[in-house]
Nanobody
Framework: QVQLVESGGGLVQPGGSLRLSCAAS????????MGWYRQAPGKQRELVAT???????NYRDSVKGRFTISNGNAKNTVYLQMNTLKPEDTAVYYC????????????????WGRGIQVTVSS
């Protein structure tokens, strides 16, 4: 009923840049906020950045000044621009959306993408 599809991951050298994209589709009435999380091998999933429909943003300390989250021009899309990447940024990155599903009765739903690999290595 709701799908989140991530793109833009890959292998990059330390100091390089990548831009992740996430597009939400399906029975979406509205989106309250979207965000990016990541999970490195052997570690718990952690919040990277979030953005509300109004444009308010939140970042984890380790990415402040390097990553920028933004709402896309296309409806229900979000980007994560990642600059000055470090090996410790290596992880599977997941898109998340706090949204309202449309239907006979609207309801809140926390949607997740399948994840996309980002590897920072020389």
């Amino acid at each position: 009923q709701v799908q989140l599809v991530e793109s833009g991951g890959g292998l990059v050298q330390p100091g390089g840049s990548l831009r992740l994209s996430c597009a939400a589709s399906g029975r979406i009435s509205s989106i309250n906020a979207m965000g990016w999380y990541r999970q490195a091998p052997g570690k718990q999933r952690e919040l990277v950045a979030t953005i509300t429909s109004g444009g308010s943003t939140n970042y984890r300390d380790s990415v402040k000044g390097r990553f920028t989250i933004s709402n896309g021009n296309a409806k229900n899309t979000v980007y994560l621009q990642m600059n000055t990447l470090k090996p410790e940024d290596t992880a599977v990155y997941y898109c998340n959306a706090d949204l309202v599903v449309s239907g006979p009765e609207h309801y809140d739903y926390d949607a997740w993408g399948r994840g996309i690999q980002v590897t920072v290595s020389s």
